[in-house]
């Protein structure tokens, strides 16, 4: 029998591999957009939620083998079939194969990489905070291709033809994803 995990349950296991408080932020940050988002589709907010938390489990210990690590963790533990595919698909056409199917899957797939540009622009605004982020400063620093070079812009375009929704209607809904849990993620600013 495959196990849904509980929020602490996914904690514990996300902070068993991952001790890097950035790393941490990342997931926390992913899963506050997840459950934003699952809100938006009538969905569990705990399923999308850990999901998002784990979808970089193997990241810090295993880099050179993300996502197989990550698999293999899961699999050991006998966590639910669904989490083990939104984790692999996350990183679809990166280091997997496994291409994003459910409204879930998509989802994660597209803001990962979105909420990694949203925090690296909050952290050089002068208020530091994610509260009084606008849509058209994320536009503007998505197109800078130098500004957070890291982040694959391709992937988010990609999720959003996924999704069937506008740039700018994925990161308004990014923003206020990570507005929820600003505290949290370390973006409510001075």
């Known amino acids: 029998m ?3 995990l509980s929020r602490e349950e996914a904690w514990e296991l996300l902070t068993e591999y991952t001790k890097t408080p950035a790393l ?3 997931a926390l940050a992913v899963e506050a957009v997840m ?3 699952a809100r938006l589709n009538g969905e569990d907010e705990e399923v999308w939620g850990v999901s998002g938390l784990l979808h970089d489990l ?5 880099p050179e083998e993300h996502c197989k690590k990550a698999e293999e963790i899961m699999r050991e533990r006998g966590i639910d079939e669904l989490y083990i595919r939104a984790m692999n698909s996350h990183a679809y056409g990166i280091c997997t194969d496994l291409k994003p199917e459910s409204q879930l899957e998509k989802v994660l797939f597209t803001i990962d990489e979105l909420t990694g540009l949203v925090n690296a622009l909050c952290l050089m605004r002068p208020s530091k905070s994610v509260l009084d982020l606008e849509v058209k400063s994320v536009k503007k620093k998505f197109k800078d291709k130098s ?8 992937t ?8 069937g929704m506008e740039l700018d209607e994925v990161i308004k809904e990014t923003i206020e994803g990570m507005k929820e849990r600003a505290q949290e993620i370390g973006l409510k600013g001075k």
């Open 35 to 37: 459950c934003h988002f």
């Open 147 to 154: 500004f957070a070079a890291g982040v694959n812009r391709d």
């Open 156 to 163: 988010i375009r990609n999720g959003c033809e996924m999704l």
């Open 2 to 4: 495959e196990k849904r």
């Open 58 to 62: 193997d990241y810090e210990k295993f």
């Open 24 to 26: 941490r932020k990342h």
